[in-house]
């Protein structure tokens, strides 16, 4: 069935107009795209990407910048469309002071701008000329044609003469460019002459408007309404055009936001409804999740953020969980006005007084995320004593607590990693004597030896707190903490976190990814072997070349460089380098040029003071650290002496602390360098806890560093002191970031030095073995690098009956939780299949774009779906009960599908038989292997 057969067949409430649409390819030809996703955004404080899942995004130009080149390519597929106004001007346009006096025949008062006569017979011309030809020059193709009426304002004038003038602006501009988009915002009288020419009609407050004089948001009288309404559904009927209605809520109240856009729906326009400056992501025929959380710290706890315990604890659940984080620093004033528009919650993690000049502000500010229905989580401690308005707010009171305490009651929340104890630490009691807050659960209730009832946690209606020391606990007399809390469960429950589908960096195709990365430290060292050989070429020969999963390889300029420390030795390591990085297994790192210990400048002369030296690396006679010379010339180094032809260095791999500033970060994107290291996941048999487990990365001034999945050998063999062994235990790590959940993909990482002992091979030798035997999805560092910054700016949204979801293509996998049931591939767009998982479901993504519906699997799958697979699906074609899809791997490929039965299975036109012995384990899942790493697999299945 045609698209265009399809919405007539599904008699679509949008009539003429969708049809209209779908011809000429303004819609997804999803079925679940009824209409397109219309959005409005006139403001400058948020990124453009906070609006990717809409496939319109209407923009103020003087406010936001167009995308371009690889920007605007990891976008699409939305498009941006520029605000321009056609009768109105205001004084800070740029045009404004070349429009002649004359031009000018009426004010409007409320906007302070001015109304141009539209029967001038100059006006299309310079209108083209002056305003949108600077703006197709930009970039945009698509143009919202503003103040279509403002022509009424003036004392005289003559209507036909307007319209006319009106309809001359619009030829114009096809004219004058081809293939240009528009959308008018009224103007209905002149619709029924230029229908051929626009391809929407909009038109603002049929429920809920801004009055601009008063500065209030109203409710629109039910005769304005019906007026509007019976305008917009002759639009529909009579000129075949869709409808965009724009209603103005406020922007903290979303309920009233999402109902609105509900009436608006049910009348069959498109809707849209955001705050009266347009200056917030609002709701319309989809509604973005909010993947952000705010966490709030005191940096005088920490030497930088990368050691807070925000950072280090906190951020990995949040992100397991699928939330970016963002941190503010309480020491710079008070934290940002966070709307529920981007954010889903707030928490605050002091472990004392936060200064006493930022007391006032904070007490603020949490006041009006309270105000505003914000999620909020406090641990530790609120950081100040509560004042009365705020301790009435929250529905506690802090109280001094003499003298021993028992325990009398915890959550099953507490005791997840070590069981609470009644230590020192805020107590708390109920603001109505004897009774909780309405809807409050204690987390922990205490008694002292006088029976007097303490509180040190609650899940409350505006969220929830916890405070020391029962959110996490010290082990004495090492450097280790425990959990007390679950951390998951109470993220989720006091912030109310939604079930949704998870973006997840773990997996690709139902397979925990795997890759290996090497930092080049020791590159120059021997091995203590028979020969004295290098371990750079030990390594080479018994591990690379061995074990070809890909590899990212590092080399430190300094020591393998003629003008390096071992100048001697120079020719024999840059050989070696050069036959690793030939290797098609291998893409080329670098290492940086002398191995700074302290990226940071301020925690260097914190830590180190007067003796900043010791916080340097290698020590090169003359030189003074320079980030650039780090960054970049390392890595013109590598690329002109040591880089084969055809490849050049694709990651920068952070040395030292791996805690680079802002300026390292930006310095390696501008110089198109991906970047990793950091992290530390290092959680043992010896040391279970999550706080082992690092998150995804950290973001310093919109720079993301990625860090490494896994920590390097040095963990595991007490900084290289022995046993040398040690990193055996890896393995370990391997199996805990895995079980109870995926946390982390397989990555062997360590150091060159490792070849340089006979028991650091053998170490490597059985981490590398036992990978190779799992049934893991290879990918190069670079890959998963990709996939960490995709899973960053990746929207998910309600859309209809499934979930909208939108990224760049890198990362494939969204995990969907059981409570939402089990995914439907024959129903949903941009779905391959699925696989079960410890969590839920691992959903298989073709691409950038999907829309993903789930339910209940009584019934019989309509065809075959892929359950899993070891290589990166390329294309993916469905018709009717049969599949044809591309693989291409890094291995000789594995897959299995799912419903396949009764299906011919062939690669490459040659017919398949699946494996006698399936490592699939889903129901009625059949596993096929080929010899080679890429394939066109051909399902053919009989009629169901």
């Excluded at 009644?422 to 205490?446: H, I, K, M």
């Amino acid at each position: 069935m045609t698209t265009l057969a399809m919405a007539r067949h599904l008699g679509l409430r949008l009539g003429r107009g969708l049809v209209r649409l779908l011809a000429c390819g303004l819609l997804p030809t999803a079925l679940h795209a009824a209409t397109p996703a219309v959005a409005l955004y006139y403001g400058n404080a948020l990124p453009l990407s906070d609006f990717r899942a809409f496939d319109i995004v209407v923009v103020e130009p003087d406010h936001a910048a167009h995308p371009t080149g690889n920007a605007r390519a990891q976008l699409a597929p939305t498009r941006f469309y520029a605000y321009v106004s056609v009768t109105e001007v205001l004084p800070a346009r740029a045009h404004y002071a070349e429009i002649p006096p004359a031009w000018k025949f009426a004010r409007n008062k409320d906007w302070q701008s001015d109304v141009i006569d539209q029967s001038v017979a100059d006006w299309p011309d310079f209108f083209a000329s002056r305003v949108v030809a600077p703006l197709w020059e930009r970039g945009y193709r698509g143009f919202f044609l503003d103040t279509m009426d403002s022509y009424r304002l003036a004392a005289q004038f003559d209507e036909q003469a307007q319209q006319d003038g009106l309809v001359r602006v619009i030829e114009t501009l096809h004219q004058r460019f081809p293939g240009i988009r528009l959308i008018l915002n009224r103007g209905f009288d002149i619709v029924p002459r230029v229908r051929d020419k626009i391809e929407m009609v909009a038109a603002e407050s049929l429920y809920r408007g801004w009055n601009a004089r008063t500065q209030r948001y109203e409710d629109v009288t039910p005769q304005d309404r019906a007026w509007l309404q019976a305008q917009l559904r002759t639009i529909q009927q009579r000129d075949g055009l869709p409808v965009l209605a724009i209603d103005y809520a406020p922007p903290h109240d979303r309920a009233l936001a999402r109902a609105t856009a509900a009436r608006i729906a049910a009348d069959g326009f498109i809707p849209w409804v955001s705050d009266a400056a347009l200056s917030t992501i609002g709701i319309g025929s989809i509604e973005p999740v909010p993947r952000r959380v705010l966490v709030v710290y005191n940096g005088a706890e920490t030497p930088s953020l990368n050691y807070s315990l925000a950072h280090r604890f906190l951020q990995m659940p949040l992100n397991h969980l699928g939330y970016v984080v963002d941190f503010a620093d309480i020491r710079e004033g008070a934290p940002p006005a966070v709307g529920r528009d981007r954010y889903a919650g707030v928490v605050t993690w002091f472990t004392g007084y936060v200064p006493e000049d930022r007391v006032a502000p904070l007490a603020r500010w949490l006041q009006a995320r309270l105000d505003e229905q914000m999620p909020l989580l406090v641990l530790g401690d609120f950081g100040f004593l509560l004042t009365q308005s705020l301790s009435e707010r929250l529905g506690i009171q802090p109280v001094r607590a003499n003298g021993p305490q028992r325990i009398v009651h915890t959550s099953p929340l507490l005791g997840f990693e070590a069981d609470p104890e009644p230590l020192d630490g805020p107590r708390f009691v109920w603001n109505a004597p004897q009774a909780p807050s309405d809807g409050a659960q204690p987390l922990v209730e205490l008694r002292n030896e006088r029976d007097q009832a303490f509180l040190g946690g609650a899940l409350m209606p505006w969220g929830g707190f916890l405070a020391n020391p029962f959110v996490t606990a010290e082990v004495p007399g090492t450097e280790f903490s425990h959990w007390v809390a679950d951390p998951f469960a109470l993220l989720q429950r006091s912030l109310r976190l939604p079930a949704l589908p998870v973006p997840d960096a773990t997996t690709e195709n139902g397979r925990r990814m795997l890759f290996a990365h090497v930092d080049g430290d020791g590159f120059a060292s021997r091995a203590e072997l028979a020969g004295s050989p290098l371990a750079a070429d030990v390594m080479r020969r018994e591990i690379i070349e061995k074990y070809r999963i890909p590899h990212a390889i590092s080399v430190i300029e300094a020591e393998t460089a003629p003008h390096g420390l071992y100048p001697e030795l120079s020719p024999q390591l840059e050989e070696v380098a050069r036959k690793i990085f030939q290797l098609p297994h291998v893409e080329i790192a670098s290492h940086t040029f002398s191995h700074p210990f302290l990226w940071d400048t301020k925690v260097r002369h914190g830590v180190f003071g007067d003796k900043s030296e010791a916080a340097e690396g290698l020590h090169v006679p003359g030189y003074t650290m320079d980030l650039r010379r780090e960054i970049v010339g390392s890595s013109q180094y590598i690329n002109e002496r040591l880089a084969p032809p055809d490849k050049k260095v694709r990651i920068l791999l952070w040395s030292g602390d791996t805690a680079p500033n802002a300026e390292a970060l930006e310095i390696t994107e501008r110089a198109g360098l991906l970047n990793m290291n950091g992290g530390d996941t290092s959680i043992t048999d010896n040391v279970p806890t999550l706080t082992e487990v690092g998150p995804l990365g950290i973001t310093k001034n919109g720079f993301l560093q990625v860090y490494a999945p896994i920590t390097n050998e040095n963990i595991y063999t007490s900084l290289w002191k022995g046993p040398f062994y040690g990193y055996q235990r890896v393995l370990q790590t391997f199996a805990l970031t895995e079980s109870p959940r995926r946390l982390k993909p397989v990555d062997i990482y360590y150091h060159t030095y490792s070849a340089s002992k006979r028991a650091g091979l053998n170490a490597l030798h059985k981490v590398y073995s036992w990978a190779v035997a799992q049934p893991l999805h290879p990918v190069f560092p670079s890959e998963y690098i990709y996939k960490v910054q995709d899973w960053h700016g990746m929207a998910i949204a309600r859309d209809g009956a499934g979930w909208r979801i939108r990224g760049n293509g890198a990362l494939r996998t969204v995990r969907l939780p059981a409570a939402l049931g089990t995914p439907l591939p024959a129903t949903s767009q941009g779905v391959a299949g699925w696989r079960e998982g410890p969590e839920g479901s691992y959903v298989h993504l073709t691409g950038g774009d999907a829309w993903l519906r789930s339910g209940t699997a009584a019934q019989p799958a309509a065809r075959p779906s892929l359950y899993e697979a070891n290589a990166r699906l390329t294309a993916w074609q469905a018709e009717g009960t049969s599949v044809r899809f591309s693989l291409q791997g890094h291995a000789p490929l594995e897959f299995s599908l799912r419903d396949a039965g009764a299906c011919q299975v062939r690669a490459d036109g040659r017919a398949l038989s699946p494996l006698s012995s399936s490592r699939a384990s889903g129901p009625a899942a059949r596993a096929y292997r080929l010899s080679h790493a890429a394939a066109d697999i051909q399902v053919q299945c009989p009629a169901r």
